[in-house]
């Protein structure tokens, strides 16, 4: 892979309020051990990522770990340039977990959870 796509780049993120209301209140849902995501089709023809952690997952250096890891997950994923959708991960609220495997593994359960992963 050329090394610009192995950035996470402003064009993989999502941006604004607006999107984020119109993926939580109009797309679709799904949970897995570690992680609860929200998608809704684009497009783009690739995945922008959005995450949301709230106050009470943990201290701010736990909520910034959390998303260090599901940003590296997403960007070094192979079938992120393949899908056209807009997906926001949410940390579960009952399981936590900072091992990278753990939430890599959840990460593609949720993917094929969301018959996403063809």
Do not use: W
């Amino acid at each position: 892979m050329e090394k610009a796509n192995q950035k996470f780049s402003s064009v993989d993120r999502l941006k604004g309020e607006k999107i984020f209301q119109e993926i939580f209140r109009s797309g679709g849902k799904a949970r897995g051990y570690y992680l609860r995501g929200r998608y809704q089709e684009n497009s783009l023809g690739c995945m922008r990522l959005g995450i949301t952690v709230s106050r009470k997952f943990g201290k701010s250096h736990e909520r910034n770990r959390f998303k260090r890891l599901i940003r590296e997950i997403f960007r070094t994923h192979p079938k992120r340039f393949s899908m056209g959708i807009d997906l926001v991960i949410l940390p579960s609220i009952y399981q936590k977990s900072d091992s990278y495997q753990d939430l890599q593994r959840d990460f593609d359960k949720l993917l094929m959870r969301l018959k996403l992963d063809n």
